[in-house]
């Protein structure tokens, strides 16, 4: 994920809780089937380091097999310790250097950069593979505080070779526009895992959306 992508690619988000893995994986695996996924970020939420371990253990490879990059979301340790091929970090999740000495220079990290160019560009000072930026939509995976303009994926796309992620309630009617505007990646959660056809079919729909 470290350059610019020709054209816009869907980052998959998992959901906050995973119930049944084993039946997850499988959804996974159909959901990464069904078209170009770029890249795959575990973020469950309120659980231990060995559910998060076990968990990445299971997808990951199911995520390899598809040629998606997997991330592990704001826990560079156990990206490093599950060798994953990278690590989200939100603005409390630690910084870039030190996860930088953790994960090794062969290794993504992205940085949630809400709706500031200057977090922005001191990610990228530090290091960072990727910033991302958002909610540009209501979100039903997390409350939105921060709600940027798009023109803000335009003028960083154009200022910097650095890609950007746009966050934040996205859904494959919705993402053309932010992949216009400059995103090289949007990010989806519910609109994928929640679509009333299937995560197949979501993620069927954003790359038409996208192509």
Same mark, same amino acid.
């Given at each position: ?11 998959? @988000? ?12 499988? %959804? ?16 469950? %939420? ?5 559910? @998060? ?88 995976? %997390? ?8 023109? @803000? ?59």
């Amino acid at each position: 994920m470290s350059e610019t992508t020709e054209g816009c690619l869907l980052y998959l @988000i998992t959901p906050d809780r995973i119930d049944d893995l084993d039946d997850f994986a499988i %959804k996974l695996d159909e959901a990464l089937s069904a078209g170009e996924v770029a890249c795959v970020q575990l973020r469950l %939420k309120g659980v231990d380091d060995d559910t @998060i371990i076990k968990a990445a253990e299971k997808l990951m490879p199911i995520a390899h097999s598809h040629d998606a990059v997997f991330l592990i979301n704001d826990r560079a340790d156990l990206a490093a310790k599950v060798d994953a091929d990278g690590v989200h970090l939100g603005q409390e999740d630690g910084d870039v250097p030190s996860a930088r000495t953790l994960l090794g220079h062969g290794k993504d990290i992205g940085v949630t950069c809400h709706d500031s160019m200057h977090l922005a560009y001191k990610a990228g000072d530090e290091g960072a593979n990727y910033v991302a930026f958002g909610a540009f939509f209501p979100s039903d995976t %997390k409350d939105t505080e921060y709600r940027p303009e798009t023109d @803000i994926l335009s003028v960083w796309d154009e200022v910097t070779e650095l890609p950007c992620v746009a966050i934040g309630g996205i859904t494959p009617e919705n993402c053309r526009e932010l992949a216009d505007a400059g995103a090289h990646f949007v990010a989806a959660c519910s609109s994928v895992w929640n679509h009333p056809e299937g995560p197949a079919a979501a993620v069927r729909a954003f790359n038409e959306a996208l192509a």
